[in-house]
């Protein structure tokens, strides 16, 4: 009887078409924008080995993501998959990392955008943040009053990330010159690993899709069908824009933080750069938003399991938006985006540290995914060899890598306090 119920709550409508365009449209997204001047900044002509192979041992994580998803379909993603296989406290934790990952992740993202509107202006720091904090304004406005980005502009915002890739490599080959590939490695193997654990700020998402997954037809055939053509599609279009930024040398100098639109202007000119200026500014916001609203609604959702502050659990007494998850994304936002701005630490620095949550998130996953995929062959094989790699990339988090450790304590340490305090509350 249960099993028919959900069948009849959940028509299977998403061909595998759809289903590829679901999960493109959940990996890539600002990282683009960022992530391929900074890698070949770090790393030189070099980076192109870690984009290369990335991308391929992106497609095991993948895998596993898409059978997790097609077997537990739950809003809660990676943080559910890690309550059914270990309890409460490691589903917890999770959420934790994703959350504070938000905060720190929100303000990359409007400065991201609102650097591309600062080559074009001209402008210097002061326009830079005020702008990046009117973009965060904005999506902390739309989330109060509930607004959600709708199905249809989230297609044309994958549209336009899809159409700006592809209209970057195209106008970037003329000015391919193969001397920008010498010297090839100026910095060291270090830095080529480096530079992979930073392109995993690229990778992430593909646990997105989760709660769709009821709505596959054949799931089990059509998930994993799925994240192999997304992966694929994703990969030729990562490495097309990462192997043209140094062929084009559209990074260095200020350049990194956005090379997509130095690299377009190579042909297009200014028009070029309002183009890609414009779609950034979309892209960012639109990934804001859709952030911040999922941290709000964890922020909620932890308050009310009692393993957060009683504050976060405020709703808006008019609209029900969590707003007292927002206020705390608020006010962690000013304190990142004036540190940011001090320049306490670099843009790339920073970066870090929510890529450091998502490594400890999919890690977490992993092993997850090793436990409820045990019957799967398939599924068991891609769950060990994304823990492996996963593992072993960690250690080259270098500091940032504690991120997640201390996020652990603080939490332990939190629950304990709790618990310390409903035992000494006399019962009636």
Not at 43 to 64: E, F, H, K, Q
Not at 398 to 423: C, F, H, Q
């Given at each position: 009887?249960?099993?028919a119920?959900?069948?009849?709550?959940f028509?299977?409508?998403?061909s595998l078409?759809?289903?590829?365009?679901?999960?493109?449209?959940?990996?890539?997204?600002?990282?683009i924008l960022l992530?391929?001047g900074?890698?070949?900044?770090?790393?030189?002509?070099?980076?192109i080995?870690?984009?290369?192979v990335?991308?391929?041992?992106?497609?095991?994580?993948?895998?596993?993501?898409?059978?997790?998803?097609?077997?537990?379909?739950?809003?809660g993603?990676?943080?559910?998959f890690?309550?059914?296989?270990?309890?409460?406290?490691?589903?917890?934790?999770?959420g934790?990392?994703?959350l504070?990952?938000?905060?720190?992740?929100?303000?990359i993202?409007?400065?991201?955008?609102a650097?591309?509107l600062?080559?074009?202006?001209?402008?210097?720091?002061?326009?830079?943040?005020?702008?990046?904090?009117?973009?965060?304004?904005?999506?902390l406005?739309?989330?109060?009053?509930?607004?959600?980005?709708?199905?249809?502009?989230?297609?044309i915002?994958?549209?336009?990330?899809?159409?700006?890739?592809?209209?970057?490599?195209?106008?970037?080959?003329?000015?391919?010159?193969a001397?920008?590939?010498?010297?090839?490695?100026p910095?060291?193997?270090y830095?080529?690993?480096?530079t992979?654990v930073?392109?995993?700020?690229?990778?992430?998402?593909w646990?997105?899709?989760?709660?769709?997954?009821?709505?596959?037809?054949?799931?089990q055939?059509n998930?994993?069908?799925?994240?192999?053509w997304?992966?694929?599609?994703?990969?030729?279009?990562?490495?097309?824009?990462?192997?043209l930024?140094?062929?084009?040398?559209?990074?260095?100098n200020?350049?990194s933080a956005?090379?997509?639109?130095?690299?377009?202007q190579?042909?297009l000119g200014?028009?070029?750069?309002?183009i890609?200026?414009?779609?950034?500014?979309?892209?960012?916001?639109?990934?804001?938003?859709a952030?911040?609203?999922?941290?709000?609604?964890?922020a909620?959702?932890?308050?009310?399991?009692?393993?957060?502050?009683?504050?976060?659990?405020?709703?808006?007494?008019?609209?029900?938006?969590?707003?007292?998850?927002?206020?705390?994304?608020?006010?962690?936002?000013?304190?990142?985006?004036y540190?940011?701005?001090s320049?306490m630490?670099?843009f790339s620095?920073?970066?870090?540290?929510?890529n450091?949550?998502?490594?400890?998130?999919?890690?977490?996953?992993c092993?997850?995914g090793?436990?409820?995929?045990?019957?799967?062959?398939?599924?068991?094989?891609?769950?060990?060899?994304?823990?492996?790699?996963?593992l072993?990339?960690?250690?080259?988090?270098?500091?940032?890598?504690?991120?997640?450790?201390?996020?652990l304590?603080?939490?332990?340490?939190?629950?304990?306090r709790?618990?310390?305090?409903?035992?000494?509350?006399?019962?009636?």
């Amino acid at each position: 009887m249960a099993q028919a119920s959900t069948k009849s709550a959940f028509q299977e409508t998403l061909s595998l078409p759809q289903i590829v365009a679901l999960y493109i449209g959940a990996v890539v997204g600002s990282g683009i924008l960022l992530i391929p001047g900074l890698t070949a900044e770090l790393a030189g002509p070099a980076s192109i080995l870690a984009w290369m192979v990335m991308s391929i041992l992106v497609v095991p994580m993948a895998i596993t993501m898409g059978l997790l998803s097609a077997r537990h379909p739950h809003s809660g993603g990676v943080s559910h998959f890690v309550r059914l296989a270990f309890g409460d406290r490691f589903g917890n934790a999770v959420g934790w990392f994703f959350l504070l990952a938000v905060p720190i992740g929100g303000p990359i993202l409007a400065v991201t955008g609102a650097k591309y509107l600062a080559i074009l202006m001209n402008w210097g720091d002061v326009q830079i943040y005020s702008v990046a904090a009117l973009i965060f304004f904005i999506v902390l406005v739309m989330n109060v009053f509930g607004l959600q980005l709708a199905g249809k502009v989230q297609t044309i915002v994958v549209s336009l990330i899809i159409a700006i890739l592809v209209l970057a490599i195209c106008t970037a080959i003329p000015h391919y010159d193969a001397a920008n590939f010498t010297p090839f490695m100026p910095n060291g193997w270090y830095s080529v690993m480096q530079t992979a654990v930073l392109l995993f700020w690229c990778f992430i998402g593909w646990e997105a899709v989760t709660h769709l997954s009821q709505e596959f037809v054949n799931p089990q055939r059509n998930a994993i069908r799925g994240v192999l053509w997304s992966a694929g599609v994703v990969a030729l279009l990562y490495f097309g824009v990462a192997f043209l930024t140094v062929g084009t040398h559209s990074y260095g100098n200020q350049m990194s933080a956005a090379s997509l639109s130095v690299m377009v202007q190579l042909s297009l000119g200014p028009i070029g750069g309002w183009i890609v200026a414009v779609t950034a500014l979309f892209i960012c916001i639109a990934s804001a938003n859709a952030y911040v609203s999922a941290a709000s609604r964890i922020a909620y959702a932890l308050s009310q399991e009692g393993v957060a502050p009683k504050w976060f659990g405020i709703l808006h007494p008019k609209y029900r938006t969590p707003i007292g998850g927002l206020a705390f994304i608020m006010v962690a936002f000013i304190v990142v985006l004036y540190v940011l701005a001090s320049g306490m630490i670099s843009f790339s620095q920073l970066i870090q540290l929510p890529n450091a949550t998502f490594f400890a998130t999919y890690i977490g996953g992993c092993f997850a995914g090793i436990r409820l995929l045990r019957d799967s062959r398939l599924g068991k094989l891609c769950a060990w060899i994304s823990l492996v790699v996963s593992l072993g990339l960690y250690p080259f988090l270098g500091w940032s890598g504690l991120y997640p450790v201390a996020i652990l304590i603080i939490v332990n340490v939190w629950e304990r306090r709790k618990r310390r305090i409903d035992l000494k509350v006399p019962t009636t």
